[in-house]
């Protein structure tokens, strides 16, 4: 699968769509998913069960897995709308095809800290600034990093909200932080973080190659804006996603070997960003779609 070429697309004018009203939560996630190629009739949602938590192991297996849902889930939560949306939804990437993504699902989403052991992180410390004094400090995770290491939810206090917004886990003492304004945000968000770096054409840049010229990196963020999302916290990474003609680029504020990512729907939108780059880029192409 390959992106169509067939019109251009300024992702340098994305945080001018992204603040745009919309007549679906999901219209732009459906947006940008085509742009990169996706094409919903690739798969049959009605091949999954609604229920898509439901265990299909022996009866015994069933019975233990029961047990720790009852202890992991909080009955008394409701699922945000947003979620509940997104899971059965016709153009839903992950579930066309959970590899683009590398990520575990948890529906219904599991409370933080895991009365069950089964999760990673804890609450939202006492103090911090996320939520109010006295509150319930817990976390509702609906999605986790392929290994654990980060983890997604909301805020068990925002639970009866249509659309709250999303916390990553980030293993410190902070806790938790902010990811995305909304769950909707948040599955528009995972998929720039994916799909444009494997459906398009990559190339990367690291601190050693930068350092060939050490004005390249600014003249690069000159040239393509920040996409107007908050930045991507996943295994460390401190990721500005910035956007120009058929061009995303992912830079990582806190990773000393990739920092730079470019993905395209053209090798030329490619090119030409290695062109601004300049010395940094020099002797290298970009690789082919991988998908």
Known sequence: ?????????????????????RASRWELLSEVQREWGFEPDEWEPDEWDPDLWEDEDDEEDEDEDDEDEELRVDPNLSVPLALREWWTWPENTFMANARWYWTHPEMPPTLRPD?????VAGAVPDGSPLLPPGGDRRVCVFMAEYQYCNEWGYAAAEAGQDDPRVLVSVGD???????????????????????????????????????????????LT??????????????????????????????????????????????????????????????????????
Do not use: N
């Open 222 to 291: 000159a040239a393509y804006p920040d996409m107007g999302l908050l930045p991507w916290r996943e295994l460390g990474s401190d990721i500005v996603l910035r956007g120009g003609p058929d061009l995303i680029v992912r830079h990582d504020r806190a990773d000393p070997e990739d920092v730079l990512l470019l993905a395209g729907r053209t090798e030329a939108a490619v090119r030409e960003a290695a062109a601004l780059l300049g010395a940094p880029c020099k002797g290298s192409d970009p690789e082919p779609p991988r998908d």
């Open 115 to 119: 009365p069950g052991g089964w999760g």
């Open 1 to 21: 699968m390959t992106p169509s070429i067939e019109h251009a697309v300024d992702y340098g004018q994305f945080a001018a769509r992204l603040a745009a009203p």
């Open 173 to 219: 003492d902070e806790g938790w932080a902010v990811q995305d304004r909304s769950v909707s945000e948040y599955f528009l968000h995972l998929a720039l973080i994916r799909l444009p770096f494997r459906l398009g054409w990559t190339l990367r840049v690291s601190q050693e190659q930068l350092d060939r010229d050490p004005a390249a990196l600014g003249r």
